[in-house]
């Protein structure tokens, strides 16, 4: 499933892969007789997709997962997430759970993850040593934490530690990740704005996600969220508008008229009591949407594929169309739009010549998802992510056959459970 | 997990079976005193439950699976089901559907399911041959079908074929399955209510699922499904409302003081376009909910526990509360609630002495359910399917460490791929 052109299936076909590019996508007996592979795989009962794009995380937060669940999203945050995150936030801590995160993403068929987190420069370094592609956002927020002090603080170690580094990688993109409008003030906003804007990197924003936090800016500042931003001149299209749940057909119209891109988080805002982005309504007005997990402290999985299932039967109810949001439209925000938003849709997101052969391999010989009328339909709609049996991040082949070739899973186990003792201890 | 205590989960406990039954749940070294078991099993990194049990399904529709999505309730009957059960509804593909459909359930821990489909004689064979529980529901229509020609046919092979063969059978009960209010007379009804009655068996039937439903109801009757059944007797305990996605704060009413239970099937729901049930509002009047998965050419997978999951992310926004339906709480709908509304209460849904060993063991050893705070959380919303490791029916060990014992995997895989062919021949 090349995702583009649109809608097309190839049968007997075979990608052929040529330092870590995709060199020919083309029927396989026409490949056996171009070709003499140095490694020569088959794969029969299973589709090729391009590698899933998980297009907004809090990598590291998997060891937060079910730490606090049941919960709206303000009290979420005030008494589940934030009292843990001023006690255990560090570079320790993000390098093990970011190397969880990883791990679980991988298997997952997810080849590429737009982070927002604190210590970012961590965040990459891991993503380098496992060699997953991965948009690195740089937190700005108005209050100290253990990364940083203040705006200026978080501005400067974002540009040295991260934006400078990774300026040309070929795994690694960055973008600035402010948290929110609550949390940033309009001097904040226009420091970010200058250095986004000289640095032509995104801006990466959780942005009208409950009705609460649109109702607070209102009372705040006068203005809806998405207003502010456009008054700042934020509004652009470098903007990543995360969850956006809560808009009006007129913002709807804004995000798109700016080329603002969503990522769409369907599980975490159920999660979270906040309710479901009019998916539908922003692929008719032109915006494009990506699908994201969230943190595993909001969902509870890093499961792309299980966003996409979710998001396609939510937008039928939505909607109250049964034909909104059609499974293969529902795939296509997962690969290549995913990788539009993160503006890195000509290099990665499909399975074209030229781009990097990021791709997930699924095994479709399960009872759950046979018989198969309909590949696209089996995958979106009857296929489990732990059917995926192989991924490759630029021709790196890191899960072969279900095991993870660059993860040392005892490890990663050990340093969970030291995590979660540590932690469990910190809130009795 | 036993279920019951509510809230509670047990570790380093063992369960004692004997002869199909459990005869003790205890502290791991007390059982090593107590018990020498001819089989003794350790399952460490894992967490034991009551199987599932699956509320609502057409077992032999896994055949259907991908045939038609993307339509609304409506199209996507008339369109998609209907012309192929017309064309190919016999007790070959009853049997091969509905086994295919067992094999996937077992491999996902449901040891229990409640069905409604022609050829339900068929459907109990097959159950009985494959060692699972289930609930047969005994079709009742108005229009002639490959099964029966008129509704006294209907009541009649469902007496003779179904209900007097398994009234005191170990495996198997049975209930009467009209389809819908839409598809019986008023002279129907009062011959199936009647019958039930006499019989002493539920009656599962598809009601108030889309707004269209309750519509037409409306202008054919001048009363709504509920009403409708209420007036013709049938609105009492043995009710097993199916769906029940549009409903009044006084219908909810009335369904509790008659003592009804519904079956909740929130992906089918979602993806016909229709809505979702308001779970909260259904539990709040005391209305007993199981989870069920419906069939899968509208869900399309067969998982109890992705749907415990999807039903309590739900509840959280629809009742715009971040602590609807708990993690605990959506768990027991999908066991203990579930068995109740199927009058099997009694003998499964918990791990209790004296009850049935229906169980299923799920390995949380996965990158997606690490750390563990709490279990519970982990395995409602951080755990896939495949990870059920082990499930027994009585006992009857028939998921071991992944592998079905009773199943022949190629035979099915095959017979499927058959009739597949068949299908798709036929809609060209």
Redesign the interface.
Known sequence: MPIEPAGTVLEDHAVAVVDGRIAAVLPLREARETFQPSVFLERPDHVLIPGLVNAHVHAAM??F???A?????D??LREGVWPVERRFASAELVRDGTE?AI??ML??GITCFSDQYFFPEIVAETAVDLHIRAMIGTPVIDIPTAWADDVADYLEKGSDLVHDRYADHPLISTCFAPHSTRALSDVSFTELRVLADQLDVPVQIHLHESESEVVASVEATGMRPIERLDKLGLLNASLLAVHAVHVTPAEIGRLASAGAGVAHCP?S????????APVKAFLDAGVTVGIGTDG?AS?????VL?EVR?A???A??V??????L??DRALRLATLDAARILRRDHEIGSIEPGKWADLACVDL?R??S?????PV??LV??T????VSDVWVAGRHLLDQGELTTIDKES??RR??E??QR??DFRE
């Open positions: 998997t060891l997962r079910g730490l669940d049941d919960l709206p999203l009290a979420w969880l791990a679980e298997a997952a599980t805002n159920l999660k979270l009591a906040c309710g479901t595993a969902n509870n999985m890093l499961d299980s979710l396609a039967l939510l039928k109810t909607s109250r169309d049964g034909g909104a059609s499974g010989m009872y759950n046979q018989p198969v009328y309909d339909s089996q709609y009857a489990r992510a732990d059917q990663i186990f969970s459970r995590w979660q932690i469990a």
